[in-house]
């Protein structure tokens, strides 16, 4: 998987949009790029996964710029029950027989 | 659908003693299953691959004799935590490839060794 770089927190207000950027310079032609949450003491959960461009779906939108060096997850009007941390991935995440290389991920903090 | 369900949410056990953590996938049939573990504040860490009928892959500086892995069947993979110790305490997460779709993950078991 490629390696990726995200900040490691992050701090907005209830109602705000927020936009979490995750850097992937070495993404390959065939790579997918996917978002998690996680909460604490619970698993992972998939948030969003996208190719290029823009990927929206009820929760989040994903925007992906055309050279796909980076990628930037938009979570609208968030709420305290958004905080947790974010996890960026990049690889042929699309159910493959290799398991998931996380990094650090962003710790997204809500305040009212 | 794609639904892992763990067990169990959390187990406290005594040093020395083993501990069994069953992963399950509800509405599919996982050929490959993935074993997490997490330590307070940090990410997750692959320990092992699991593959239904054969043996598992365990990842570099993994002890395969302490951690067991059994894949019998196509919805159930579990790990065992033998001869335990303090230092085994730590968040456990079970992961199902769900074909082309991604990976989907169960909800985690608190292991304390006391």
């Known amino acids: ?112 | 659908g794609a639904v892992v369900s763990q067990h169990p949410s959390w187990v406290i056990c005594k040093s020395g003693t083993s501990v069994k953590i069953e992963c399950r996938s509800l509405d599919f049939q996982a050929t490959t299953m993935f074993w997490y573990r997490q330590f307070p504040k940090q990410s997750l860490m692959l320990m092992a691959t699991s593959n239904e009928g054969s043996k598992a892959t365990y990842e570099q500086g993994v002890e395969k004799d302490k951690f067991l892995i059994n894949h019998a069947s196509l919805t159930l993979s579990t790990l065992t935590v033998t001869s335990a110790h303090p230092e085994d305490s730590s968040f456990y997460i079970c992961s199902a490839s769900w074909g082309v779709y991604g990976y989907t993950f169960g909800s985690g078991t608190r292991l304390t060794v006391v």
């Not at chain 1, 960026?88 to 009212?112: N, R, S, Y």
Request: proline share 5%.
């Open chain 1, 1 to 112: 998987l490629a390696k990726t770089t995200q900040p490691i927190s992050m701090d907005s207000y209830e109602g705000q949009e927020v936009n979490i950027t995750c850097s992937h310079n070495n993404i390959a032609t065939n790579d997918y790029i996917t978002w998690y949450q996680q909460f604490p003491s619970q698993g992972p959960r998939f948030i969003i996964q996208g190719y290029k461009t823009k990927v929206t779906n009820e929760v989040a939108s994903l925007f992906i710029p055309a050279d796909r060096k980076s990628s930037t997850l938009s979570l609208p009007r968030v709420s305290l029950s958004d905080t947790a941390v974010y996890y960026c991935l990049v690889g042929d995440v699309g159910g493959g027989a290799d398991g998931l290389t996380f990094g650090k991920g962003t710790h997204l903090i809500i305040q009212p």
